[in-house]
């Protein structure tokens, strides 16, 4: 994964990631269209495809809804670096099969417009434009192989037909 990077705060909420006013619908591509919205009203003007989100403490706390990794899945977004997730966040975001890291450093050091790129069998982002490097934590075997298959309900349709 490679991509430009868009910083956000600590504590972003899924109101922020995917507004309420937005959650009527179920079509990725509406979701994406509002993705960061309340956060940054010109960030689906500016991200392309492969971008990444650099983020402080917390990342996706407030509601349990799905729709927010969905929504960011769906911009196009290649990952999201944070010091830390809210654990609802993390588990959505798995099982849609977002790629997500906590590195409390990268998301420190790593400035917006930064070209990063996400070495994930080092364990290691590498950040282009400042030539750091910084590391993070692999997820097990299984949660690697439910994101490389675009999330939980693939990975279990894969092991069914095994």
């Known amino acids: 994964m490679r991509g430009k990077c ?9 109101d922020e990631i995917i507004p309420a006013r937005y959650l009527n619908t179920t079509d990725t591509k509406e979701l994406a269209a509002h993705c960061m ?24 706390c407030g509601s349990s809804r799905e729709h927010a990794p969905i929504a960011i899945k769906a911009a196009g977004i290649s990952g999201v670096i944070a010091k830390s997730f809210a654990r609802i ?20 050091q790593i400035q917006e417009g930064d070209e990063v790129e996400i070495d994930l069998a080092h364990a290691e ?38």
Not at 37 to 60: L, R, T, W, Y
Not at 89 to 108: D, K, Q, T, Y
Not at 134 to 146: D, K, L, V, W
Request: charged content about 30%.
């Open 125 to 162: 982002i590498i950040d282009h434009t400042s030539k750091k490097r910084f590391r993070f934590e692999p997820f097990p075997q299984e949660m690697q192989e439910i994101i490389q298959v675009g999330g939980l309900m693939n990975f279990v349709k894969k092991r069914r037909e095994q």
């Open 37 to 60: 919205e309340d956060a940054d009203p010109d960030f689906m003007k500016k991200a392309q495809k492969g971008d990444v989100i650099v983020a402080g403490d917390n990342f996706g």
């Open 6 to 14: 868009w910083k956000f705060w600590d504590n972003i909420n899924t």
């Open 89 to 108: 966040f993390f588990r959505n975001a798995i099982n849609i099969g977002l790629p997500i890291f906590e590195s409390p450093e990268a998301a420190e």
